[in-house]
C-alpha cells in the first residue's frame, strides 16, 4: 500500500488544480480572510485558540511583498473587529527576505505594529536554510521594539537549533521572555546542516524543549507525533510548568482526535489555520510529508462532500 500511496503523492501535484482542491479543503481554512473567519470562530468554541496564516512564500518582485503587506494589515483588522482569539504566522519570504532585507524588515514591522497595537502578537516562521540567518536578525530587531508582541518559530532537525537557542537568550527577559514554536522541520536539507532519522529529530526536539522549560521560555510544542507529545508530557511535569506558561500546536485537519485529547487534558492548544488563492503549493508539500493521505483523497475523490 505505501507504493501506491508514494505514487499518488508523485502523481497529484501533476493534476487539475480543482481536483487537488477535493484533497486540500481538509487542510486549508478556504480561499478568503472570509473563509478563515469562519473556520476560527468555529475552533473557539471548541476550545482551541488559532493563528492564522495567509498562504504563500518566495515571491519574485517586491511589489508582492507589498500586496501581501497590505493583505496582512488587511487580515489584522478583520480579525480583531471579529474577536477572535488567536494570533498571526508570518513567512518572511513572502514580504521579500530573499530580494531585500531591509524591505522585508519594514513590511513586516507595519504588520508586528499593528497587531501590536490591538494587544496581540505574531510569530515569524522559520523557512529554509537559506533564510535563517536573516529571519534570525529580523526577529531580533523586531523584538526589540516589540517585546511581547513577536516570537520565532524553530526547527528541531537542525543542527544549530541548541545554538540559536543559547544566543538568542541575551534577549531574554522576566518581563519579555523569548516565545518559540518549536517544530520538527519540513524543508529538505542537506545531512550535514539537519538530522534525518526520525529517532535523532525526535530526541533533539525534546533536548531542545526541556532547555526551554528550565530557561522559563515560552514554548509552542508543534507536533502531532505521539511520542513527542507523550515526552512533553513528561517534561512539563517534571518543571511543573504553570498551564500559562506554554502550548500545544497543531496544524489545521490533522490528527483532530489527538488535538482534542489534549484540550481534554486541561493543555492549551493553538491551531494553525492557513488560507489563501496560494493553496496549492501548500496542499501539494502536506501531501508529500505525509504519503499516507493518499488513500484519504483517493476516498474524498469518489466519496460526495
Known amino acids: 500500500m505505501m507504493w501506491f500511496n508514494k505514487m499518488i503523492a508523485y502523481i497529484l501535484p501533476h493534476m487539475p488544480k480543482q481536483l487537488v482542491w477535493v484533497f486540500s479543503k481538509r487542510y486549508i481554512a478556504g480561499r478568503t480572510i472570509n473563509d478563515a473567519v469562519r473556520v476560527a470562530k468555529k475552533l473557539n468554541a471548541e476550545g482551541y485558540m488559532v493563528t492564522i496564516d495567509l498562504l504563500g512564500e518566495f515571491i519574485n518582485k517586491l511589489s508582492e511583498a507589498e500586496k501581501n503587506r497590505n493583505q496582512y494589515l488587511n487580515i489584522v483588522e ?4 471579529n474577536k477572535i482569539k488567536g494570533n498571526y504566522s508570518l513567512k518572511p519570504s513572502m514580504f ?3 530580494l531585500d532585507v531591509e524591505a522585508c524588515y519594514k513590511n513586516m514591522r507595519d504588520i508586528v505594529k499593528k497587531a501590536a497595537e490591538a494587544g496581540n502578537f505574531v510569530r515569524i516562521d522559520m523557512e529554509d536554510s537559506s533564510c535563517v ?3 534570525i536578525e529580523i526577529f531580533r ?5 516589540f ?3 513577536v516570537g520565532l518559530v524553530l526547527q528541531a532537525y537542525m543542527r544549530r537549533t541548541p545554538d540559536d537557542i ?5 534577549i531574554h527577559s522576566e518581563d519579555s521572555p523569548l516565545n518559540f ?4 522541520g519540513i524543508y529538505v536539507e542537506p545531512e550535514e546542516i539537519a538530522y534525518k532519522k526520525y529517532e535523532e529529530i525526535n530526541a533533539h526536539y525534546l533536548e531542545n524543549l526541556e532547555f526551554m522549560l528550565k530557561n522559563n521560555i515560552y514554548p509552542g510544542i508543534a507536533t502531532h507525533d505521539v511520542p513527542l507529545i507523550e515526552g512533553a508530557y513528561k517534561l512539563l511535569e517534571k518543571y511543573k510548568v504553570p498551564k500559562d506558561k506554554y502550548e500545544f500546536q497543531m496544524l489545521y485537519g490533522v490528527t483532530p482526535a489527538l488535538r482534542k485529547s489534549i484540550i481534554d487534558k486541561g493543555h492549551r492548544l493553538r491551531v494553525y489555520v492557513p488560507f489563501g488563492e496560494d493553496w496549492f503549493p501548500y496542499s501539494t508539500r502536506r501531501l508529500k510529508e505525509n504519503p499516507k493521505i493518499a488513500s484519504d483523497i483517493i476516498k474524498a475523490i469518489f466519496v460526495k462532500g
Not at 78 to 81: P, V
Not at 166 to 170: I, S
Open 78 to 81: 478583520t480579525i480583531e473587529k
Open 96 to 98: 521579500g527576505l530573499l
Open 133 to 135: 540567518d536573516r529571519e
Open 141 to 145: 530587531r523586531l523584538k526589540k521594539e
Open 147 to 149: 517585546p511581547n508582541h
Open 166 to 170: 543559547k544566543k538568542l537568550m541575551d
Open 181 to 184: 514554536r518549536l517544530c520538527k
